[in-house]
Structure formats: structure tokens, C-alpha cells
């Protein structure tokens, strides 16, 4: 299915009939192989006018996730080199796991049009449905020690910040540890899954759940009052694969920082954008609650709470203001 982008570009060169015998002569294959990719993108959902005489005309595009659609808006060299799209998965981050333990290569992309086992923090489930939002996971294979590797669930959450900044010209807000908000519901969250040895990461599965399209009433009940989707927020819907292809631009820039500048540099980063210092938090563990004021986030991503002239160092919990 090589050609399928390619056959794309050509159908995408003009508001026009293109001929079956000019796309066989450019790719270099047969009139009857011309045909077979037309049908395929048919099959895909794609909506074709197709004339003896003239050719072939686009005339719709379905909004999905395919490879071929995300590379249109991808400006990368290892993140989604490799896409594979499923339409129904249990987990894109159970997939990419057992992908990665078989040896797929770093930068390697699982994405579904929806996933019946979506997986959150702390063991919740995430809602997942069909065609409507985001659900990736992206094979890493840094060579770090386990001890540095937190901070990699940061880079997800500046990516989406800078994807809705550039699409929306809002800011949104970052909550510790990897939540993305809009007007204080969240619209994005990471669930960073390890394999590793005693001295070393084997790979990491950055699987990152965006709510891009979905509506108020698609929302499971138990989150209703907290989240949302970017279209809720804006009142506008948006193009799957150019808020994917962006989200994998700006996830390698910051994944190629991480590797060059460090894990410190990235909590920096992190703690600036969130602007974390000298808030007053509730951070919620199983059976546990810590109030107090955020100190900053140290080098390892974990969050310092100053609770009585106390600092608390804190991995894991849920953030509350
Ligand atoms: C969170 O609780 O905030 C993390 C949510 C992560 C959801 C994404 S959707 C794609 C990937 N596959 C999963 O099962 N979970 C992550």
C-alpha cells in the first residue's frame, strides 16, 4: 500500500479530473495498479469521481487517522516514521508494548480510531470514543538510566501545549504530573509505560490520549465535570491528522532536547510553562493527601511541596488546586 500517499498527492494537485494513464507514468506502474489504489482508497472511505474519459477527481476525505494523512503534517525523522493504525485496539499502549518487546525500533506509532481498554493513571480507564480523538503511543528507546526517565512524561504535555497554542492561540494550563487543561478542564494526559534492566531502559511507551473532537455527551459520566475536548473548548472541530502530525513534530523537538540538553533541562522547561512555584496544592495519593505550596519540580520530575516549612518530595498523586 506504498503508493496510496503517492496516488494522494497526484488526486490533491488540482480541483480536477487527473488521468489514470499521467499517475501510472509518474509512480511507474501499471494503468490496472492506478486502479487498484483507487479502489483501495474507496475502501478507505475516500469519495472519488471517476470518469472514462477524464480520470480520476478527490472529492472527500474521511477524517482518519491513516498513515499517509498524518505524514501530510508530520515534520519528523524518527517519531512516526513507522505509523500503525488499527481501527479498535484494547489499549494502543498494550500494542505498542508487546510491539516493542519483540524489538520494533524507537519512534514507531500505534494510533487507533478508538480502544475498548483505554488506559489512564493510577489504574483508570480512559474514554476512547470512535474517530474522535487522539489515542497514540510512541515507542522510545532512550539510553538513559531508569532513575532519569520520569521526566520523559513532560515532553508529551509541552508538545500538546505548543500544538493547541499554535492551532488555537491559547495558552493552556499544565498540571503535574502530565495533564494538559482548557479553561480548567482537561483535554489531555500521558500514560508513560517501562521496560527496564537494573542499569537500563529497555524502551518506553509514551501513549498519550487527546480529546480533539469528542462532545460534551460523549463524555463518560465518572468525568464529565472534568474534562473536555478541544472542540468543546473552542467551539470548532479540527482535522485529526494535522492535530497528530503537529503533536508529532513538536514531541520529537522536545524528545531530541531531552536527549541533548537532558532530563534537568526538560523539568525546567516544564516547571516555567506551568508555572508551578508558590501555588497552593492538594496532591492526592491512594489513601494519602498532601496540601501545601509547590516548591518547583526537581531534577527528576518528582514535585516538591513545601507543607509547614517542610519539603515533601512527591513521584506520584493527583494534583488539585
Ligand atoms: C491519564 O490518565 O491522564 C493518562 C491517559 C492516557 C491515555 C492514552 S490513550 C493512548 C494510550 N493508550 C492507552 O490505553 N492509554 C494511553
Given at each position: ?7 494522494l498527492k497526484f488526486l490533491?494537485?488540482?480541483e ?9 507514468k ?6 490496472t495498479a ?12 475516500y469519495?472519488?469521481?471517476k ?5 480520476y477527481m478527490?472529492l ?5 487517522l ?10 519528523t525523522?524518527i517519531?512516526?516514521?513507522r505509523?500503525?493504525h ?8 498494550i ?7 519483540a524489538g520494533?525500533?524507537?519512534g514507531?506509532c500505534v ?7 483505554g488506559?489512564?493513571r493510577l489504574?483508570?480507564k480512559?474514554c ?11 515507542v522510545?528507546?532512550?539510553q538513559?538510566h531508569?532513575?532519569?526517565v ?7 504535555s509541552l508538545a500538546v ?11 493552556p494550563t499544565?498540571?503535574?504530573?502530565n ?10 494526559g500521558?500514560l508513560?509505560e517501562?521496560s ?7 524502551f ?5 490520549g487527546f480529546?480533539v473532537n469528542?462532545?460534551?455527551?460523549e ?6 465535570e472534568?474534562?473536555s475536548s ?11 491528522a494535522?492535530?497528530?502530525?503537529m503533536?508529532?513534530s513538536?514531541?520529537?523537538?522536545y524528545y531530541?532536547?531531552?536527549?541533548q540538553e537532558?532530563e ?17 496544592m492538594?496532591?492526592?495519593q491512594?489513601?494519602?493527601?498532601y496540601?501545601g505550596i509547590a ?13 509547614d516549612g ?5 513521584i506520584?498523586g493527583?494534583?488539585?488546586f
Amino acid at each position: 500500500m506504498d503508493n496510496i500517499g503517492e496516488v494522494l498527492k497526484f488526486l490533491r494537485r488540482k480541483e480536477d479530473f487527473v488521468s489514470g494513464d499521467y499517475i501510472s507514468k509518474k509512480l511507474d506502474v501499471s494503468r490496472t495498479a492506478v486502479w487498484k489504489y483507487i479502489n483501495h482508497l474507496e475502501r478507505y472511505g475516500y469519495t472519488i469521481n471517476k470518469s472514462k474519459g477524464k480520470g480520476y477527481m478527490l472529492l472527500k476525505t474521511p477524517d482518519r487517522l491513516y498513515p499517509w494523512e498524518v505524514d501530510r503534517y508530520r515534520n519528523t525523522a524518527i517519531l512516526g516514521e513507522r505509523i500503525i493504525h488499527q481501527e479498535n485496539v484494547d489499549s494502543t499502549n498494550i500494542v505498542a508494548f508487546k510491539l516493542a518487546l519483540a524489538g520494533e525500533p524507537e519512534g514507531t506509532c500505534v494510533i487507533a480510531e478508538s480502544q475498548n481498554k483505554g488506559k489512564g493513571r493510577l489504574g483508570r480507564k480512559w474514554c476512547s470514543p470512535v474517530e474522535k480523538n487522539i489515542y497514540l503511543s510512541v515507542v522510545a528507546r532512550p539510553q538513559v538510566h531508569p532513575s532519569v526517565v520520569y521526566p520523559i512524561t513532560f515532553l508529551s504535555s509541552l508538545a500538546v501545549y505548543d500544538t493547541i497554542e499554535t492551532l488555537t492561540g491559547e495558552k493552556p494550563t499544565l498540571k503535574w504530573p502530565n495533564d494538559v487543561l482548557m479553561h480548567g478542564r482537561k483535554v489531555c494526559g500521558t500514560l508513560l509505560e517501562l521496560s527496564t534492566e537494573a542499569d537500563m531502559v529497555r524502551f518506553v511507551i509514551i501513549g498519550i490520549g487527546f480529546n480533539v473532537n469528542m462532545a460534551a455527551d460523549e463524555l463518560d459520566d465518572e468525568i464529565r465535570e472534568k474534562a473536555s475536548s478541544l472542540a468543546m473548548e473552542t467551539k470548532k472541530l479540527y482535522e485529526r491528522a494535522l492535530v497528530c502530525g503537529m503533536l508529532l513534530s513538536n514531541l520529537e523537538k522536545y524528545y531530541l532536547r531531552f536527549k541533548q540538553e537532558g532530563e534537568r533541562e526538560i523539568c525546567r522547561v516544564w516547571e516555567e510553562r506551568a508555572s508551578i512555584k508558590g501555588k497552593y496544592m492538594a496532591i492526592n495519593q491512594i489513601g494519602e493527601s498532601y496540601k501545601g505550596i509547590a516548591e518547583g519540580i526537581d531534577n527528576d520530575g518528582a514535585i516538591l511541596l513545601n507543607i509547614d516549612g517542610k519539603i515533601k518530595k512527591i513521584i506520584a498523586g493527583d494534583v488539585s488546586f
